[in-house]
Each structure stands twice: as structure tokens, then as C-alpha cells.
């Protein structure tokens, strides 16, 4: 069998129930999962009590601002996203991108390596990800969500 090193990006505590049994079957397949997570509530503290091994890519303290200064916020944090999660993947070479943040789908498009951007959403709850559903090679759904125009790449779930 061939052996791949797997990079799974966890944006939220959520995401870390939704993968962390992927991470342990890869593992017992002999593959090698690549955690990577930005801070978020709780999520290193889940990671933490079963001995996951991570890199975080974004520490942030929750402070109050302003609609202009939480949108800054976010464009700056993206970029930081994307190029942090870009010398990760340059450093670790993975064979594989799965998660869903954002810079999952950039740097999967700018290095090559095909991405899996799971969401739960439909089309019309998450318009911004008419922003980087463009770069993601697939993107793992619930059958029941609407994507809209994305049924070409939707890999779907009962």
C-alpha cells in the first residue's frame, strides 16, 4: 500500500469531532496525518486531552472591534493562513489537503496538491465561499446541502 502523508486543517472545535477518527484511522493505515489548526475556543484543548500532535498557524486573543477592524482582521488572518499553511506544505510535502479554512483551497491550488474543503452549509448561508470554493479541487458535503454551482466538484454524504 502506499503511504501518504495526509494534512488535515481544523479551523474550529467542531471540525476537530468531525476529523480527529479520520487522523486515527490514517495513522493505523500507516499513513501520516499533518494536524493544523488556528486557535478556536477550546479546539487546542480537545487536541491536547487526546494527544494530538498539531501546528497552529494562528493564535488570536478575542478583542472587541469594529466592522471595519474585524473585516482587516480577517483579510490579514487569511493571508497569515495561507502563508504560514504554504511552508507547512512545503516543509511536509502531503499528498493530500483537507479541512475548512479557506487557505486549505489556496495553497492546495497554488502548490498542486488537490484539496477537500468539507462545509455543512448551503450556498445561500455561505455566500463568502464563493470565494474560495473556485480554488478547492473537491468539496465534501451532506447530500442535502445545495451548492449550487459547485456539482461538478461535491462529494457527497447521507
Known sequence: MNKKKILIFLAHPAHFHLFINNSAHL????????VVIK????????LNNEGVDYIN?????????????????????LLI????????????KPRLLIGTDWSVAHVGFLTRIPSVIANEDDTFAT????????????LLLPSC?????????????N
Open 127 to 138: 455566500p463568502e465561499n464563493k470565494y474560495f470554493y473556485p480554488f478547492a479541487k473537491h
Open 27 to 34: 495513522k493505523t493505515n500507516g499513513n501520516t496525518p499533518i
Open 81 to 92: 493562513r495561507d502563508f504560514r499553511l504554504l511552508k507547512i506544505v512545503m516543509k511536509n
Open 145 to 157: 446541502c445545495d451548492q449550487g454551482m459547485w456539482l461538478n466538484k461535491r462529494i457527497t454524504y
Open 39 to 46: 486557535s478556536k475556543d477550546i479546539l487546542e484543548e480537545l
Open 57 to 77: 498557524v494562528l493564535r488570536r486573543e478575542k478583542t472587541k472591534k469594529s466592522k471595519i477592524g474585524l473585516l482587516l482582521e480577517a483579510i490579514t488572518g
